[in-house]
């Protein structure tokens, strides 16, 4: 399957970011600038890496949903514009998440 993208809005950049994804056979293959490598399904640990590297916040159910794609592609149940379109839904769903985080003075 050819690459994703995995695109989300970061608060501390004020824009939207993209990180690289590839599914492999045991999971993930994650790149986004420094921080790259293997997860498992459910984005361990590279995906949590780049999310608190640039402090990001993200729903605690994302890792879930995350994995359930891994095995909806794996079993070759959706194709790439559908898994394209999925794994856009949980970019979307952190991206609301972030920018739904009180800002608070001294906090963030």
């Known amino acids: 399957m050819e690459d994703l993208d995995f695109r989300v809005y970061n608060r501390r950049r004020g824009s939207t970011i993209g990180y690289t994804i590839s599914k492999t056979s045991e999971g993930w293959y994650i790149s986004y600038i420094a921080i790259n490598g293997n997860c498992s399904p459910d984005g361990n640990p590279f995906f949590y ?4 590297q640039d402090y990001i916040n993200y729903p ?14 794996d079993n070759e149940e959706i194709d790439r ?4 379109e ?3 839904e949980l ?3 952190v991206s609301f998440c972030e ?3 009180p800002i608070w003075e001294g906090w963030n």
């Open 86 to 88: 999925k794994l856009q």
């Open 60 to 73: 605690s159910g994302f890792g879930n949903q995350l994995e359930y794609l891994w095995e909806k592609i």
């Open 99 to 101: 920018k739904s985080t």
């Open 49 to 52: 890496k780049n999310f608190n």
């Open 91 to 93: 970019a979307d769903w």
């Open 81 to 84: 514009d559908e898994a394209q």
